[in-house]
């Protein structure tokens, strides 16, 4: 599980190109694809492993976005055949964070999560989030504690404030949780 640069994030993945005309089909991996796969938005390709945006090749503009039951049909400026588009199947796209709206109250993106104190409503010191893993139904931080690693579910009954300014977790641990 590498690290995407936090500079950028992952938001979809290119299905495969639909009709003649260059569009194709995204599968978003976005909580906010209606902002993220919209016109005027720019994206950056990837290959076809999710490691980061390839800084070589020119950025996406995406012109039209609809919906489509596979996630979005898009449209690209200067993609108007289907050969380029079939090119481009299985690739990742990522966006740049700086473009990203700011967050709704309460979500935080993953790369943000990195590096925070983790420590117990009562005051005990957990650790330091070192990786967070994305799982259903709950992500799962891997916090990097004095006794080794402890893996800790992001619910909303364990975890009971994210302070970002304060970069530090609250959690609420069922008994059992911190015993190594």
Same mark, same amino acid.
């Given at each position: ?10 938001v ?7 009709g ?15 902002s993220?796969?919209a016109?005027?938005? &720019?994206? *950056? $390709? ?10 070589? /090749?020119?950025? #996406?503009?995406?012109? %039209? ?19 380029? &588009?079939? *090119? $481009? ?10 473009? /990203?709206?700011? #967050?709704?109250?309460? %979500?935080?993106f ?27 139904p ?43």
């Amino acid at each position: 599980m590498g690290h995407s640069d936090p500079g950028f994030l992952v938001v979809g993945r290119i299905v495969k190109a639909h009709g003649i005309k260059g569009e194709f089909i995204v599968r978003p991996f976005t909580d906010y694809p209606e902002s993220t796969f919209a016109p005027g938005v &720019s994206l *950056l $390709l990837g290959n076809t492993q999710s490691e980061g945006p390839d800084l070589t /090749l020119s950025a #996406l503009e995406l012109e %039209q976005a609809r919906p489509h039951k596979d996630g979005y049909i898009v449209s690209v400026a200067g993609i108007s055949d289907r050969n380029y &588009s079939e *090119l $481009l199947r299985g690739r990742y796209l990522f966006r740049d964070v700086a473009a /990203l709206e700011p #967050l709704a109250d309460g %979500q935080l993106f993953h790369y943000q999560l990195l590096g925070m104190k983790v420590q117990t409503s009562f005051g005990q010191m957990v650790g330091e989030v070192t990786e967070v893993y994305e799982l259903n139904p709950n992500d799962i931080l891997c916090v990097q504690g004095p006794g080794g690693e402890i893996m800790i579910p992001f619910s909303k009954d364990i975890v009971i404030e994210v302070d970002a300014d304060k970069e530090r977790i609250v959690v609420d641990p069922p008994d059992g949780l911190l015993d190594l």
